[in-house]
């Protein structure tokens, strides 16, 4: 059969791998400043755009979808095309996605720093974004696809199965968690509210940890691990099992963010089974990685790119057994809320994907540029100094957790709680939390290392912008299942039908839950006493979500006593039915706030308390490290859209009187002017129209729905 | 090229395992290899373990609910009160000045008193008494009198409508004594950047 000769494009490979080191290094950077603004409060400068709570969802942002996000485009683009022997299908596209995607990253930058988020984590983006989001994926599938069609190999690798499972299913949970009304350019609320918030978004960002984090890595390790290494994968059959597996069980494991909340038992139930239930799954694709390097251990002793890879893939297994674990009940009412989620996302983000993705750029490099590693002795280093980084991130971290958790659960022998003040269990773990960013000091060292030593290969060397390959073209064969084929390997030879058999795989479990927590009354039952919240509230609650308070200060007290005894009357699943979004939140750096507004409550602050704790933690306590949030006092509330936002919320279903809209903005003043002679009468003066006055109204009416002493 | 399978299975040189014929894409191949034993049993062990689970909490109801648990939970403290104290809720009958006893001047008690502030007032009334939130507790001026009876029951019921909770079910009757015994100390520290005075002199002897 006659050879074709065609060419590689190495440049868009070129392309995605600069963006992956660039936007590692600031990602990483920013998660720095966010470690030390947890020792050193002042840290966040007082200034809205430096505080610590738009700089968390910035750096958790920028790692997952820029840094990982480049290393997956880059890797799928060098890898897709040689497993397919041929071109990206169209380098127009191709580069339509690249710099879409790094437009959209730049934007997401600007709008966080800015204050405009949407609180649900690692989907925070306002609609304008998450629209561009799904274009630029579409494209990136269309260009994937395009490719596969014009492939010239019979069967399509493992490899490019975990990319068809991550092109679909991201673009399922992208698209339904993004469903939102607009109220204007940079302002939507999510359709659903409170408990089916909750699921969608937790099925979201669990899920997004699956086929963002973990499927596509897996993908590349399919690739990048057999030929580092030069051996055979360890088994086909096993790829099979675990693939299927993997992506069926995945979907149903998000409730597991939710155990000991408002989400009915049911569900939760679900998402404890099938965290179980996937440890095998996860663990076939370590052990086909480990397994493949039998017979290549001596090349690991030498090889900086293997030592990378065998810690990503042992790192995989480690948050995959302690991730099922965490998800069970025993473990998750200790760690739930704590800093041992912290810990263990960063063992799958520092070990799993950093390091896959370091090995794959050692791997990489050398071959898109014709010459060799600058440096094995440097990239040797920066194993070994990335290696010491993730343990005193982590163990610092875990450590904290546990201190943490028992100060939170003792009790002294006469019932009340060993440490009622909630800052006193802050306090205690400040040495850690300076441990913690020392690791990722020596992390990010590493990295910087990582990237001369790649800045130093590239010039060494010179750049094939299209790498010549040839190929025979495939002759047509029967569409159907050729007589000794199997199912599964006629399926390999058919990507589009391949991806819609994954389609159905990955909607099953998401369906079974989310539907009957939409549809079915009883899984959210009615409380009559709670009320739509006043125009004053709703704008307080958006100045909430704005300054980020949920990324310290859950609203979601657990049926414990130690919870109880803290914060007031567990949550009910009723009391959330107008929250658009939802507010729980999946870390307590401070007290949980469900309660914050109720009287007979240990909580409760006066309205003069909240405006000298906002103006300034430290002037209250000393030892406080929530960051200050001055600028509330003197910005002037916005309320030109609360007509707007009050119609939208009609639409979502809130039962606003008829006509309310325009009446709103009266009310509001109404409220705000007796909130400001409340504060005047204890000695502060205040105009009734600044922001901290929205922001008070909403925190006392925290919780008072369903209590007494409204 | 059918031959007998038997002859012409190609083996890894390395292993000795089995390679898929055909396999081979951009020169990685597959080998044959069977799951491992330890894996597949692994995974039927999970399995068994959902269902258990499934059946033990919503088919057999053998295992409480979060609700159950949580009021299991609640009842057993409540049926096992510490013999020390009585539980915080009993407290809240009678007077409390009487229950809580008379001010302590021991440094031992002081200390104690003060352990307890800096925990709980010192968030609105300030480290060192000078008040913020909270008013002044180290001047001669008070809202609800200086006493220590007055003290005891401003801590007990609180004056919600200025911000002050009632501490009567989250502190002991110890704690309340020794705390209150602790603010009367404060009594003319005269600390930096006091409140205003706020109230009435309060004269002991009237």
């Known amino acids: ?710 | 090229m059918k031959a007998d399978p038997e002859n012409n299975q190609e083996r890894d040189q390395l292993t000795g395992d089995e390679i898929m014929h055909g396999h081979e894409y951009d020169g990685i191949q597959e080998l044959n290899n069977k799951l491992p034993r330890w894996w597949l049993g692994l995974f039927y062990i999970t399995i068994i373990i959902g269902v258990i689970y499934i059946l033990r909490f919503h088919v057999l109801k053998t295992a409480p609910l979060q609700e159950e648990e949580y009021l299991t939970e609640m009842a057993a403290f409540e049926q096992t009160p510490s013999e020390e104290a009585p539980a915080p809720s009993s407290s809240s009958s009678g007077d409390e000045a009487t229950v809580t006893g008379t001010r302590l001047t021991d440094a031992a008690s002081l200390e104690g008193g003060k352990t307890v502030y800096d925990k709980n007032c010192a968030v609105c009334h300030l480290a060192q008494g000078q008040g913020l939130v909270g008013p002044n507790l180290t001047d001669a001026y008070w809202i609800h009198g200086g006493s220590f009876e007055d003290i005891v029951k401003v801590i007990n019921t609180g004056v919600i409508e200025k911000g002050m909770i009632a501490w009567k079910d989250m502190l002991s009757v110890t704690d309340i004594q020794q705390v209150a015994s602790f603010i009367m100390s404060l009594q003319g520290t005269n600390p930096p950047n006091p409140k205003a005075q706020e109230g009435t002199l309060f004269n002991p002897g009237s």
């Open chain 1, 1 to 710: 059969m006659d050879q074709e000769k065609f060419y590689y494009d190495n440049r868009i490979v070129k392309y995605f791998l600069y963006a992956t080191l660039f936007w590692g290094v600031i990602g990483m950077l920013v998660g720095i400043l966010a470690a030390l603004q947890l020792v050193w409060p002042e840290l966040s400068f007082n200034t809205a755009m430096t505080t610590f709570s738009r700089i968390r969802p910035l750096h958790t942002n920028a790692v997952i979808f820029a840094f990982v996000g480049n290393a997956i485009f880059a890797g799928t683009y060098y890898s897709l095309q040689r497993l397919c022997k041929a071109r990206m299908f169209s380098d127009t596209l191709s580069y339509i996605h690249f710099w879409g995607w790094q437009l959209i990253i730049v934007s997401a930058a600007l709008t966080f720093l800015a204050g405009y988020t949407l609180s649900k984590e690692y989907a925070e983006l306002e609609w304008p974004i998450d629209l561009a989001i799904t274009i630029i994926w579409v494209i990136f599938g269309w260009n994937m696809f395009g490719t596969l069609l014009k492939r010239r190999t019979r069967h399509i690798y493992v490899a490019v199965w975990f990319y068809i499972a991550t092109f679909v299913t991201v673009a399922v949970l992208h698209i339904v968690n993004s469903i939102e009304i607009p109220v204007n350019f940079l302002k939507s609320y999510p359709v659903f509210a409170g408990v089916q918030d909750a699921l969608v978004q937790w099925w979201y960002g669990h899920n997004a940890v699956a086929f963002f984090l973990t499927t596509p890595f897996l993908g590349l390790m399919y690739y990048y691990l057999p030929k580092a290494a030069n051996r055979p994968v360890y088994s086909y059959r096993l790829s099979i099992i675990h693939f299927w597996a993997l992506i069926f069980i995945y979907i149903w494991a998000g409730p597991h963010h939710l155990l000991y909340s408002s989400l009915p038992d049911w569900a939760q139930t679900l998402g404890t089974v099938f965290s179980i239930i996937l440890i095998a799954p996860s663990w076939g694709g370590m052990l086909n990685g480990l397994l493949t390097l039998r017979g290549a251990w001596d090349k690991v002793r030498e090889d900086p790119v293997l030592k990378f890879f065998v810690v990503a893939v042992t790192a995989y297994g480690m948050s995959t057994l302690e991730g099922p674990l965490m998800s069970t009940k025993t473990v998750n009412a200790f760690t739930h809320f704590t800093d041992w989620t912290i810990a263990h996302v960063h063992i799958g983000a520092l070990g799993w994907n950093g390091f896959l993705t370091f090995g794959m750029l050692y791997w990489m490099v050398p071959r898109l540029f014709g010459t060799q590693l600058f440096s094995r002795k440097l990239a040797n280093t920066h194993f070994w100094i990335g290696t010491l980084g993730i343990l005193f991130y982590a163990i610092p971290l875990y450590w904290a957790a546990i201190t943490q958790t028992l100060m939170w659960k003792e009790f002294t022998p006469d019932g009340f709680l060993k440490y009622p003040n909630f800052l006193e269990t802050v306090t205690q773990l400040i040495p850690m939390y300076a441990a913690r960013a020392f690791g990722g000091l020596l992390y990010i060292t590493g990295v910087i290392i990582g990237v001369y030593n790649l800045v130093k290969t590239v010039t060494h060397g010179k750049f094939i912008r299209d790498e010549a390959a040839s190929a025979a073209p495939l002759d047509t064969i029967s569409g159907r299942r050729i007589q000794g084929e199997s199912r599964h390997r006629w399926l390999e030879r058919k990507p589009v039908q391949f991806m819609i058999v994954s389609l159905v795989v990955i909607l099953i479990g998401g369906l079974v839950e989310i539907i009957p927590t939409w549809l079915i009354k009883s899984n959210v039952p009615t409380i009559a006493s709670v009320k739509p919240y006043t125009p004053l509230e709703l704008e307080g609650r958006d100045i909430y979500i704005r300054e980020g308070c949920y990324t310290c200060h859950s609203q979601m007290i657990r049926p414990f006593r130690s919870e109880t005894e803290r914060y007031g009357e567990y949550s009910k699943a009723g009391e959330f039915v107008y929250d658009h979004p939802f507010q729980w939140g999946s870390k307590r750096t401070g007290p949980d706030l469900a309660r914050e507004g109720v009287k007979s409550g240990r909580l409760y602050k006066p309205d003069s308390w909240h405006y000298n704790h906002m103006d300034d933690p430290r002037k209250l306590n000393e030892q406080s490290i929530m960051p200050r949030y001055s600028w509330l006092l003197r910005n002037r509330l916005n309320s030109c859209t609360t007509a707007r936002k009050i119609s939208v919320m009609q639409k979502l279903g809130v039962p606003y009187p008829e006509g309310y809209a325009e009446q709103a903005n009266d009310d509001l003043s109404i409220q705000a002017q007796q909130i400001a002679d409340g504060l005047k009468s204890a000695g502060i003066e205040v105009r009734s129209d600044k922001e901290i006055i929205a922001l008070i109204a909403y925190l006392q009416r925290l919780g008072t729905d369903i209590m007494e002493g409204r």
